[in-house]
């Protein structure tokens, strides 16, 4: 029977706060990484662009594998060690390139991907427990989880001043940093998990060969959809705000870099409202998780049909800023049915005694399949016109397709899942 209490598990605010600082001290560092190695050590422009492209591949990839092994470790010795230890070596990591040195900066970033696959590893795993097998709030739960790191990300580089005594910056990082994990270490009794072994049905419990699998197709599809839908109208949208979207009010000129902070905006007022849809939905027998990626596409097919609709009145002058609110309105809906939503089917369906693992496994395919398109992605965009009619046209058509797509093989592998997705 499915779960309808409103409240969320205590344990789930401890872990939000603990990604929040982890987000936030990796933002900082990375704001002012480059400008560290340009200024201070006096490199080139492109050759810090190297060390940087380098670390972020390294932290996607490298990271996503050191995960797969603190899955594992957690599995064997315990998630909330593997959490703490990992959170003190992006700690460590940052306090090492407050060094200043190149050696420093180097090592610090190896630490930096190496604990930050394992933390997302071991934190996402913990919040999985919080919840029994088919509850309610888990797509909720992890929509707030995702809102904390949205919230991390975006103050973290809030705090930077003015001066460039960079490795300040990155000391602040690494206190940020400790100031979490000492916040975890302190909390975590609140953080219990739902179900013991005893209480699973051996399926769930132990290992799930063909759920395993349903989750791990549907996990590569979504994402490969959606790294393509996702991603591109951003870049299509940029060059349009800027040529093609009414941007005076009075006297004054509103730069079209200040529209991209709309969707995030969204993404964090919608956080707010949707976990309570999910519970009220519900109550009422109507929770499907599996079917809000559907939804995910729906949403984003409803942002490109209204970019469409600008790009053709754009050919008449430049339109109301209105299309680009609505537009990025549905957008950040259609992204809190992806991220948190998957989230929350990996560890509905992760077997108790593996949730590590079958965590780490499912985060490595999902930063390999986003890395891979995301290069084709960057051959894609230098190919078409952007911000055109046919340049939307495109993508609603590709939005379609995704979903209908991921209706199918929802469908299809649901006999896989547990009950409620």
Known sequence: MEQTEYRQPAGLWVIAAAQACERGAYYM???VLVLHLVYALKMQNHEAAKI????????????????VLGGFLGDLVGHKPMAL????LIAAGLFIMGGGSMGAVMCGLG??????GIFRVATHT??????PKNDARRDGGFTYLYLAVNLGAFAGPFLIGRGDNFVMYFRMAGF??????????VLSRF???????DSLPAQTAGFNGAGFAAVAALTFAVILLSTFIAEAPADFMNVFVRESTERIIGRLEIPASWFQIINPLFTMLLAFIMPWIYIMRAAKGKNNTAGRLVWSFILSAAGCAVMLVAAAAAGAGKVTPLFIITAYAAFAAAELFIMPVLFSLITNNAPQKHAGMFVGTALLIWRLVATGLGRLLTIYSERITQGTPAAFGLLLAAALCSAAVTYGLVKLLKPYLNPRN
Do not use: C, H, Q, V
């Open 29 to 31: 560092m990375r704001a």
């Open 52 to 67: 940087y492209g380098f670390f972020t591949a390294a932290n996607m990839m490298g990271g996503s594998a050191a995960g």
């Open 85 to 88: 230890i990992s959170g003190i």
């Open 111 to 116: 630490l930096l991907a190496a604990g930050g």
């Open 126 to 131: 913990l919040a999985g427990l919080l919840y």
């Open 176 to 185: 940020i940093m400790l100031a979490g994990i000492i916040l975890f270490a």
């Open 191 to 197: 953080i219990k998990p739902a179900d013991t072994e």
